[in-house]
């Protein structure tokens, strides 16, 4: 069997990938709807296949100051789930759930035990609903790792996937998702990393091949 | 004026131009290595990915066992003399905590490049590597220094 990578897939693949990213982020909005008690709206998602080197540039540059969640998949496909969003857009929706409550930039920063906890909580939300989408597209059964977080310089988060892609390929599959509350957007990015020979089993578990 | 030039994912860059300043925004678990003529004023910088090189792929500049040699004969090639050169390094850092083993790529590619100078016997100057910090890295193509900046932390000047 030839690797399949990102890079190499058709349209019709590609729209089917888009499709597990749009129920994804269906399931996000609606599980961010119920914890906050209000319609929460999300806009189609984009779902591109980027150079590896331009990942930093979509998220605002390699400095810009971004909260990313990592989770471990494993069950019948093994990669890795990265989610990420900028410090101002973390803050918002931090704003939304927890009002007066919510940490400050400078908590988020440093990362504290109120931010880190809220974050956590937020990131295992948004990043469950896309792997349940995943599970449920394609019938597989899925596990995931208990979610990493880090706040940093948008650069240094996601190098570690990439550096993970880049062992067999030099581009990576993004989702952007806007999620919509009254005035607020706020920007999510999703970053599916299948490992070698994951990719295939996605496209024969949804009929793409 | 400085001149800053961007060293990307596997990408490297050298300069005899003291105006210059090699950078790299965003460091992680990567390394950026630097290689130095003080004498000739000479300067290489590349952008490290992975410990080892994998069969197959082409650009030496992703791996630290293939990267170090490539950026060593680069800045030979521009003037740079063997017996003058030395090395600072920064980056490797562990962004993520949790057992998962992509997480301990920093340490694994700190070590490799440690190991490549060493076998090619280029001094190892300086060094600001591992933590749980991003950095973002400026090379002095005028006088050598590096300096590294992580948020929130004044610049360390290696």
């Known amino acids: ?209 | 004026m400085a001149r800053k030039i961007t060293v990307g994912m596997a990408e490297y860059r050298v300069s005899n131009d003291p105006e210059d300043v090699l950078c790299i925004l965003g460091l992680g678990s990567c390394i950026g290595v630097c290689l130095y003529d003080p004498v000739r004023r000479i300067g290489g910088m590349v952008h490290v990915l992975l410990p080892e090189h994998i069969p197959g792929q082409s650009n030496p500049f992703k791996f630290a066992d293939t990267a170090v040699p490539a950026l060593l004969s680069a800045i030979e090639k521009v003037g740079a003399s063997r017996k003058n050169i030395v090395a600072k390094i920064s980056g490797g850092a562990k962004m993520f905590s949790g057992a998962d083993t992509l997480f301990d790529i920093g340490k694994r590619n700190a070590d490799a490049v440690r190991e490549a100078l060493k076998s090619l016997e280029i001094p190892l100057k300086g060094e600001d590597i591992g933590g749980n910090r991003g950095r973002s890295i400026f090379f002095y193509v005028a006088d050598g220094r590096l300096e590294v900046k992580a948020l929130g932390k004044d610049v360390t000047v290696l």
Request: charged share 20%.
């Open chain 1, 1 to 209: 069997m030839t690797m399949v990578l990102f890079e190499d897939l058709n349209e019709m693949q590609l729209d089917a990938l888009k499709e597990i990213g749009n129920i994804g982020a269906g399931n996000a909005a609606t599980a961010l709807s119920k914890m906050v008690g209000k319609r929460v709206n999300m806009e189609v998602p984009l779902v591109r296949v980027i150079p590896l080197k331009e990942v930093p540039d979509w998220l605002g540059g390699p400095e810009k100051e971004v909260l990313g969640v990592y989770l471990g998949v494993f069950g019948a496909l093994t990669g890795h789930i990265l989610f990420v969003m900028t410090i101002d857009d973390a803050l918002k929706i931090m704003r939304i759930l927890l009002g007066d409550m919510a940490p400050s930039r400078d908590q988020i920063l440093e990362m504290d035990e109120l931010a880190s906890s809220a974050m956590g909580e937020i990131g295992n939300i948004l990043s469950s609903s896309y792997l349940s989408a995943l599970a449920d597209f394609t019938g597989l059964h899925l596990n995931h790792s208990v979610p990493s977080i880090a706040v940093d310089m948008a650069g240094a988060i996601v190098d570690i996937v990439l550096i993970e892609i880049s062992q067999h390929s030099d581009y990576a599959l993004l989702i952007e998702t806007v999620f919509v509350e009254e005035e607020d957007r706020i920007t999510g990015y999703f970053m599916l990393i299948p490992d070698t020979g994951s990719l295939e089993i996605i496209l024969q578990a949804l009929g793409v091949v």
